[in-house]
């Protein structure tokens, strides 16, 4: 008698534990689709960018530089021994908005700021080309 009201007990024990065990695998995949590099084309990095709480950041070298920049950018060259030290000095409590030339240098400084803890990090699709495909200022 006492076998048989122990094996409900347990089925509703392991019932009950199931759904907590999904909550978690969802707040882990939110957590992680928040703290991941979004991706975005050149008219959402302007519209974005341009708020108040956010930092533009060139990860170009000097010489790409002096062909022109996204207004108010920072130039922090990935290439640059400091590059890591320089770009961790940036507020966990801003946007931060990360371009190069073709996206490729910036898609992986932006991956190094979410690997850093930085939460809010924006990547732009096809870096400058989508940039003036659009039309968009740079300053000298």
């Given at each position: ?25 969802s707040a882990t995949t939110e957590v992680a ?44 060259n990935i290439y640059d021994a400091d ?58």
């Amino acid at each position: 008698m006492k076998t048989s009201l122990l094996i409900p007990i347990v089925s509703l024990l392991l019932i009950s534990c199931q759904p907590e065990k999904v909550s978690q695998e969802s707040a882990t995949t939110e957590v992680a689709q928040r703290n991941s590099v979004k991706s975005i084309n050149a008219v959402d990095f302007q519209n974005l960018s341009s708020k108040e709480n956010a930092t533009i950041v060139d990860v170009r070298t000097p010489e790409e530089v002096t062909q022109g920049k996204i207004p108010n950018a920072l130039v922090i060259n990935i290439y640059d021994a400091d590059f890591e030290s320089r770009i961790k000095e940036l507020s966990k409590d801003q946007s931060i908005f990360i371009y190069c030339s073709a996206g490729v240098r910036s898609e992986k400084a932006a991956e190094f700021l979410i690997s850093q803890g930085y939460t809010d990090v924006y990547h732009l699709e096809g870096g400058l080309g989508d940039w003036y495909r659009n039309g968009f200022p740079l300053e000298k």
